[in-house]
Every structure is written in structure tokens, then in C-alpha cells.
């Protein structure tokens, strides 16, 4: 069974960059594709933020494209989210999934393992 531990999160002002982390363990992370979801506050759902695939390609919501960038490193079977250029829009708890196949999805039920989430706090 997949487990994802994500961290990295913390209090930063507008304007600074926070790197997150996702630690995966129970599945390689090489054939999957991975994604990082986030829940605002006061928000019921979860958005989409960025997923990547096995081949890395990227695939960026809108809103956080120039400033967010997603890499994964395959011998310590992580993901990682380099968050520059942040604003207030951004507070939220971040979490990442792990897919259920190769192809990468907007769509939150197309991942799982989901970790205890990292908050991420921008203040102005």
C-alpha cells in the first residue's frame, strides 16, 4: 500500500518561495504519475495544482504556472514542488498523490496514498 509523507511547508511572506517535499514509500515512484493537491481555508475540496508524469512532462493549473515547478527524484522515490513568487492566494495545505497509472489527471480520484498534508501560510 502506498504511504506519502509530505513536508516543507511554513510561514513565509509574499513574495517567498517555499520548496516542498513528498516521501513515498510502499510503491517506485518510476511507472507513476504524481500530483500535489491543495485545500485553501475554508474550502471544501481540494484543487489541482500540478501533476507529472513518469516521463516528466508537467501539466500546471493556471494560476501557478512561472512560479511553481514540480520534479521528482526517482533513486530517493520523491517529489518534490519549488513554490517561488508566493502570494496570499496560495495559503493552503498542500498534499500529494500518487497515481494509480502512468497518465496524469486533474482529476483528484485518479490518485491516492494521500499523506497528512504540509500547510503552507503567505503572508502579506
Known amino acids: 500500500q502506498v504511504q506519502l509523507v509530505e513536508s516543507g511547508g511554513g510561514l513565509v511572506q509574499t513574495g517567498g518561495s517555499l520548496r516542498l517535499s513528498c516521501a513515498v514509500s510502499?510503491?517506485?515512484?518510476?511507472?507513476?504519475?504524481m500530483a500535489w493537491f491543495r485545500q485553501g481555508p475554508g474550502k471544501g475540496a481540494r484543487e489541482f495544482v500540478v501533476?507529472?508524469?513518469?516521463?516528466?512532462?508537467?501539466d500546471y493549473e493556471d494560476s501557478v504556472k512561472g512560479r511553481f515547478t514540480i520534479s521528482r527524484d526517482n533513486a530517493k522515490n520523491t517529489v518534490a514542488l519549488q513554490m517561488n513568487n508566493l502570494s496570499a492566494e496560495d495559503t493552503a495545505v498542500y498534499y500529494c498523490?500518487?497515481?494509480?497509472?502512468?497518465?496524469?489527471?486533474?482529476?483528484?480520484?485518479?490518485?491516492?496514498?494521500w499523506g497528512q498534508g504540509t500547510q503552507v501560510t503567505v503572508s502579506s
Open positions: 510502499g510503491r517506485m515512484i518510476t511507472r507513476i504519475a
Open positions: 501533476a507529472i508524469s513518469p516521463r516528466d512532462f508537467a
Open positions: 498523490g500518487a497515481g494509480r497509472g502512468a497518465a496524469i489527471s486533474r482529476r483528484y480520484e485518479r490518485y491516492t496514498g
